[in-house]
C-alpha cells in the first residue's frame, strides 16, 4: 500500500515515517515545502532529510491565507490554484491508499484533492489548538488524530494518540562516535571547568529574532555558560554570521541544525532556551528538560503562547515574552532558569502524566486500519 504523508510540522512526520518503515509493503510519499518560507529561498529541512530515510519527496508549491498584508499576499493567494491543481496532479498520479496530514498550509490542497478522489484522509493535530489550515482540512478527513485530549472531542472521528516522536530523541544513549563530535568538546570542558551547558534552538526553520539577541549577549553567556547554538538556515544568513565568532573562548558551537545525535545533546544539555512549538515542547517532556521558552507571539490563535502556558503551568518552562526580550533579559532569565534547576525536574515528572510513549506507533496503525489494507502489511 501507498501512504501520502504531507504537512509542515516535520517531526512528528518523520517519527511516524520511521515507524510505518517497518512494514515491508508500506510504500511512503511525502509531498511538502521545497524553501522554509514565503520569500525566502533557503531549502527545506523535510526536502533534505527525508530522501535519506527512503521516503520519496515531492515538492508542492502553493499560498496561504494571511492574516496579515504584507507584499506577499497577492503572491500567496494566486499560488492557492496552482497548489490545488499540482495536488490534483500529484493524487492522480500517485494513486495513495490513503493521505496522513500533519498540519500547515502546504497540506489542504492535498487533503482536499484526496477527499475529491475518496481516498481515506487521517490529520493529526499536534497543539492544544487546532491551526486554521488543521481546521479546514478536518472537514474533510474521516479521522482525527490528538496529542491531547481536548474537551468536546472524544469519540467519533476523533482519537487521541499522542504526539509522535523521532527515534534519535527516544535514543538518547551516548554512543562511540560521540566521543569525536563537537559537542562533546563543548561537554569536555563544561565538565572541566564546571560550567553549565544551554542550547539555544529556534526550531526546524530557526529564529532570526533569537539569533540576533544571541549575537548581542554572547559574550556575557560565555563567562557562565558553555552555549550550543542551532540558528537554522534562513535567508538573513545568521549561521554565516555567528560563525565568524568560532568557538566563542571554546565555549560557543553554532550550528545550522543538529542531526541524528539530537536526542544525546538534548539529554545533555542543563537548558534548553527555544521557541514554544509544540513539536519542541512535545521532545523536551520526554526526556524531562526544562527551557526557556521564547513564544512566536504572532501565530494564529495565539498558539505558541498557549503551548507554552499549559507547560509552564506543570513546571517544565519559564516563558520570556518576544515583546520583553532583549540581550539583558534573556541573559538574566537563562541566569534564574539555571539556579533554580530542580524546579524543571518537578515539571519533568509531571509531564511524564500527561506524555504517550508511543504516540508513532498508534498513529502508525491507526493509518493502516484506516486504509483498511492491515492485512496486507506485515
Given amino acids: 500500500m501507498k501512504v501520502l504523508l504531507t504537512g509542515a510540522h516535520f517531526t512528528p512526520a518523520v517519527a511516524v ?48 491565507l494571511q492574516r496579515e498584508f504584507t ?4 503572491p500567496s493567494l494566486l ?12 493524487i492522480l498520479r500517485e494513486r495513495p491508499d490513503l493521505v496522513l496530514s500533519f498540519g500547515g498550509y502546504v497540506a489542504v490542497p492535498l487533503v482536499f484533492s484526496a477527499w475529491l478522489f475518496s481516498i481515506p484522509i487521517l490529520v493529526h493535530e499536534q497543539t492544544l489548538v487546532s491551526g486554521l489550515a488543521n481546521k479546514i482540512s478536518g472537514w474533510f478527513a474521516d479521522k482525527i488524530a490528538l496529542s491531547f485530549a481536548q474537551k468536546g472531542k472524544f469519540g467519533g472521528r476523533y482519537m487521541v494518540t499522542g504526539n509522535p516522536l523521532r527515534e534519535m530523541i527516544k535514543n538518547t544513549a551516548d554512543v562511540g562516535q560521540q ?9 569536555a570542558l563544561a565538565r572541566k571547568e564546571k560550567l553549565p551547558v544551554v542550547l539555544i534552538t529556534g526550531g526546524n526553520q ?14 556575557q553567556l560565555t563567562k557562565t555558560a558553555c552555549v550550543i547554538h542551532v540558528t537554522g538556515e534562513n535567508k538573513f544568513k545568521d549561521f554565516e554570521r555567528m560563525k565568524v565568532l568560532g568557538k566563542f573562548e571554546g565555549r560557543y558551537l553554532v550550528k545550522r541544525w543538529i542531526g541524528k545525535e539530537y536526542g544525546v545533546v538534548l539529554s545533555k544539555v542543563d537548558l534548553v532556551v527555544s521557541r514554544a512549538g509544540i513539536n ?18 504572532y501565530l494564529y490563535a495565539d498558539e505558541q503562547n498557549k503551548n507554552a502556558e499549559f507547560f509552564a503551568s506543570i513546571g517544565l518552562v519559564k516563558i520570556l515574552p518576544q ?13 534564574i532558569c539555571l539556579n533554580d534547576l530542580n524546579h524543571f525536574k518537578k515539571g519533568a515528572e509531571n509531564a511524564k502524566k500527561i506524555f504517550v510513549v508511543d504516540a508513532a506507533k498508534r498513529l502508525a496503525l491507526e493509518t493502516l486500519l484506516l486504509a483498511k489494507n492491515l492485512e496486507r502489511v506485515g
Fill in 17 to 64: 515515517a520511521e515507524e510505518l518503515k517497518k512494514y515491508p509493503n508500506v510504500k511512503l510519499v511525502y509531498v511538502g515545502r521545497k524553501t522554509t518560507l514565503e520569500g525566502d529561498k533557503t531549502t527545506s529541512i523535510e526536502s533534505k532529510v527525508l530522501p535519506s530515510l527512503g521516503v520519496r519527496f515531492i515538492p508542492i508549491i502553493t499560498g496561504r
Fill in 280 to 297: 519542541t515542547l512535545t521532545e523536551l517532556a520526554y526526556i524531562g528538560k526544562g527551557a526557556l521558552v521564547i513564544p512566536i507571539p
Fill in 206 to 219: 530557526g529564529s532570526h529574532t533569537i539569533n540576533r539577541v544571541v549575537l548581542d549577549c554572547l559574550n
Fill in 179 to 187: 566521543r569525536f563530535s563537537k559537542e562533546y568538546e563543548i561537554f
Fill in 323 to 335: 515583546s520583553k526580550l532583549s540581550p539583558d533579559t534573556m541573559q538574566s532569565n537563562i541566569k
Fill in 79 to 90: 499560488k492557492i490554484p496552482i497548489g490545488i491543481l499540482q495536488a490534483l496532479y500529484i
Fill in 71 to 74: 507584499i506577499y499576499t497577492i
